[in-house]
């Protein structure tokens, strides 16, 4: 792999994530869908509030990624921003990354709280499929969370 596709590898999977963070904010659940590889794995066991039912955050394949970050953010208003990535182009069609993020999810009116403003970091792979990057893994692990 030469230093210019290593650098193009670079920044396609940083048009990935920011594909990402934009269609999970917009509630484009297709788009959102779409950035996972077809048998993507995310990890968001750590953010169960309930940790009897963990297990239930560790889901497989692009289609339930999608089902269970819809069912999570449907009626929140949700900005999320991924900053500072540190990209490993390990082959021509694998990669790993880390990103720092911050999140800020409001609930409606009535909800169980107003606000959670939490900062943190995605760890993840990535692969290339039919000459476009996906996410193949993703966990997030948090820092600290603020809720009011």
């Not at 396609?12 to 869908?33: N, P, S, V």
């Not at 069609?93 to 107003?114: F, H, N, V």
């Not at 996906?134 to 009011?148: A, F, P």
Request: aromatic share 8%; with cysteine; net charge negative.
């Amino acid at each position: 792999m030469t230093d210019l596709e290593r650098l193009m590898a670079i920044e396609e999977i940083h048009q990935l994530k920011a594909c990402y963070f934009r269609c999970m904010d917009t509630k484009d659940w297709a788009g959102l869908t779409a950035v996972f590889s077809p048998d993507g794995e995310l990890d968001m066991r750590g953010e169960a509030a309930d940790k009897s039912k963990a297990a239930e955050g560790l889901v497989h394949g692009a289609t339930a990624i999608g089902a269970f970050i819809r069912n999570a953010v449907l009626d929140l208003v949700t900005v999320h921003h991924g900053h500072m990535p540190e990209i490993e182009v390990t082959s021509p069609t694998w990669a790993k990354g880390i990103w720092a993020m911050e999140d800020i999810l409001r609930w409606p009116e009535g909800g169980p709280i107003k606000t959670l403003q939490g900062y943190g970091h995605y760890h993840e792979t990535y692969r290339k499929l039919d000459g476009a990057w996906h996410i193949q893994t993703s966990r997030l692990s948090r820092l600290r969370v603020d809720i009011t």
